[in-house]
């Protein structure tokens, strides 16, 4: 959930993005808003046709999912610039949640993501059994579904696409302390599954240079994180753009051409 702060920095660098002339950097910047859910929907509506929201509660936050914020959700996924559910899912890695509470949150929302009919957002570290087991079980009803900031192992990518999920990659690929391994995995993702994104204001890419002074990431250091991902798979940067955009694309049921800037 967004601070003041983080909002005010998401206001800005939107206000830089037309200058980037990258639109799928536009595209994937939805990911940006979903981190404060009333304020993602009251700024998507000042942007309509450019911003969306998604609505879901990150598994660091689990030990909040009430009825109350499961019939807020309900409401926002009625909204039709709420596009996705979530992000939603496990994150053992500290465990800010008890895992309980995760597993609980977890399985309302992909509850929700099915009644809503929309893709859902996921979410997951360090908690690949757990987080298998219950997407398996509502994958058939699920629309479709995203593995956002996929940073894995092979297997672990397996399994994802044996779900038929979307694979998000981030600016982690850039990371040399602890991101190398995708640069094998990221060439076992089919094209048709491929997204990028920056999980901004996370994860500056470590290799962007040079490094933003305010250590905020932004969808203008999109097309960075894409050429890293392209020369990692062998393929042209113009390729992948598509690919990701087009996936993109069908993943939100969003229309290239009626809302194409
Ligand atoms: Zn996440």
Redesign the pocket.
């Known amino acids: 959930m967004a601070d003041s702060n983080a909002l005010e920095g998401l206001t800005q660098a939107l206000r830089r993005l037309p200058g980037v002339g990258a639109k799928s950097a536009a595209r994937m910047a939805f990911h940006l808003l979903q981190h404060d859910r009333a304020a993602a929907l009251a700024l998507a509506r000042q942007y309509p046709g450019y911003l969306y929201a998604t609505a879901g509660l990150?598994p660091h936050h689990a030990h909040d999912f009430s009825g109350d914020v499961e019939d807020l959700f309900t409401d926002l996924l009625k909204h039709p610039q709420v596009l996705a559910a979530g992000?939603c899912g496990l994150d053992y890695n500290r465990n800010f949640s008890p895992p309980a509470d995760q597993c609980f949150a977890f399985e309302r929302q992909l509850g929700l993501a099915i009644a809503a009919n929309k893709p859902i957002f996921l979410?997951q570290r360090d908690a690949h059994a757990d987080f298998m087991a219950i997407l398996r079980a509502a994958r058939p009803k699920l629309k479709t579904a995203v593995v956002?900031?996929f940073t894995g192992t092979e297997a672990e990518l397996e399994d994802y696409l044996e779900l038929d999920c979307f694979i998000g990659i981030t600016g982690w690929i850039c990371d040399e302390r602890r991101g190398t391994h995708l640069v094998d995995c990221v060439k076992k993702i089919p094209t048709n599954r491929i997204m990028l994104e920056t999980?901004a204001p996370y994860l500056v890419p470590r290799t962007l240079k040079p490094q933003p002074k305010n250590r905020r990431n932004e969808p203008q250091f999109l097309p960075h994180i894409l050429h890293a991902v392209a020369h990692a798979r062998g393929e042209s940067a113009e390729e992948l753009a598509q690919a990701s955009t087009q996936n993109a694309c069908q993943f939100f049921n969003f229309g290239l051409t009626s809302t194409a800037a």
């Open positions: 990150h992000e979410h956002h900031c999980d």
